[in-house]
Structures are given as C-alpha cells and as structure tokens.
C-alpha cells in the first residue's frame, strides 16, 4: 500500500539503464551514436576529415611492415601541410581508431602535432583504441552503419590501404556512395599498392562482364608511395570552406517519378 507521505523514488527514462540497453531502446542508442559524435566534434572544432582504411592486423616490423611506415609518413605529411595551409581543423586524419593501419594514420597525425580521430567500434573480439588517438576525438561505436556515416560525411579523401573484409567493406561502401552519387561531395578515393589490390579486386573483369561502367573506373586512384599520394591530395583537395562546422556532406534524393494515369 502506498503512503501518500513517504517519498517515492523514480528515475527519469533516460537514466534507466535496463530500458535504455532493451530492444525497445535501440533507436535511442543509435541516435545517441549520431548526436554525441556530432555534439563532440562541433565542440572540437572538427571541420573536415581525410580517412584511412587499412589492416588492423599490419605490424611495422612485420612482412607488409612498409604500408604502416608508408601510412605513419603519408598522415605526418598530410598533417603538417594541413597546419599550415588552414585556419581550423580541416582535414583532420582520421581513423577506425585500432591497430596496424589505423595506429599508423593517428600516429603520423600525433607525430604531426596534430589532432586525429578515432571511430572505434566494439567487437566480439575486442578491438582496444590505439593510444595515438586525440583523447577527446576517440568514438566507441556499437553500430557498424553509424560509424560508417561519420567515415563517409565527414571526409574528403579516403586512402585505402591493405586489408581484409572490414577495409573491403568500408572501401565498398564509400565507393558505392560516389559512383550513385548519393552523397553531395566528392571524396578522393586512394587505392594505396597496386600490386595488392591487383590481385584481390578486379576492376576490369567487372568492366567486361558489364557490371560497371568505363567511367566508374575513374572513382579510383591508384598510388605506389608516399610522395605520389600526397602531392595528389595537396592538388586535388578542395581549398574552400563550407560556414558549418562540422562540414557534414549532404545527401541527395532522387525526385519520385510521377506515373501518368492511363487516358
């Protein structure tokens, strides 16, 4: 029986941990992985992006050891000339915020003097965020589409560096964006080592078999060092500042297609 004198104690919703980790919270927790990244990166000052995709699984002393030296090189580059050409945060290195490849991207960027996000995202077997990461630009994500939206809306270039079915993936994803022209920007698509994507994507059989177009092959980028990639980047990258901040990419859509009635 309930005394109308003794105090009851009731937490709001959004302090209820059981509900807010239930099935009938999930489209609160994927708003929250969009809203809190969007909140921290305005916070930070965070304009733009330049992503790397690549193996979690290189090691610098490894038999691929070169990709992460080339990867560490390629990010002190891209940051240092950033530092010098910008007025704020623009092109600001990011990754998925683990090891092998994604170590190396932040750690050219801290190397750099400079910021560097980290999108990590939890995993069965636990991807633990390398240490480079800039503390207050490091993301842990539940929800592999939410953090591909922040890879893709942010960024101006992505240099695709070897890897397996998570960089496949991720590559895919952004490479599909452009060639439907879903998204309203262009991203500079790096395919960094030629002789390794060589052997695992084959464009031209896609192009015979009629399943792209010739032009479709214009997406990509193909680049062998360091030197080659960066002087493409520092021409290619767009020097205009959008006013917002975070610079968010626009989507596009189709207008729906009217059907005449039949007279």
Not at 28 to 47: C, D, K, Q, S, T
Not at 129 to 145: A, D, G, I, K, Q
Request: glycine share 8%.
């Amino acid at each position: 029986m309930n005394h109308p004198d003794r105090p009851i104690d009731v937490e709001p919703a959004y302090h209820n941990k059981i509900f807010l980790d239930s099935d009938d919270g999930r489209p609160l927790r994927i708003l929250a992985e969009y809203l809190e990244p969007l909140y921290r990166l305005r916070r930070e000052g965070v304009h733009d992006t330049i992503v790397f995709f690549g193996s979690a699984r290189m090691k610098e002393d490894g038999p691929l050891g070169q990709y992460y030296k080339d990867a560490r090189l390629l990010a002190r580059l891209l940051t240092e000339w950033s530092l010098r050409i910008c007025d704020s945060r623009r092109f600001v290195i990011c990754s998925g915020g683990g090891g092998g490849i994604m170590e190396a991207a932040n750690r050219g960027a801290a190397d750099a003097g400079g910021s560097t996000i980290g999108f990590n995202i939890g995993l069965p077997y636990e991807q633990r965020p390398n240490p480079y990461v800039t503390p207050s630009l490091l993301f842990e994500f539940h929800y592999f589409f939410m953090r591909k939206l922040w890879f893709s809306h942010l960024a101006r270039a992505l240099i695709v560096f070897p890897g397996g079915f998570g960089t496949l993936d991720e590559f895919l994803e952004i490479l599909t964006l452009a060639q439907t022209k879903k998204i309203d920007r262009d991203i500079l698509i790096l395919l960094y080592g030629s002789e390794y994507w060589k052997d695992v994507i084959n464009f031209d059989s896609l192009l015979k078999y009629g399943m792209i177009d010739a032009e479709d092959l214009n997406l990509i980028h193909r680049v062998d060092t360091v030197q080659t990639a960066f002087e493409f980047l520092k021409n290619c990258l767009p020097k205009e500042k959008e006013a917002v901040c975070p610079a968010i990419a626009k989507a596009k859509f189709s207008k729906p297609r009217i059907e005449e009635s039949p007279r």
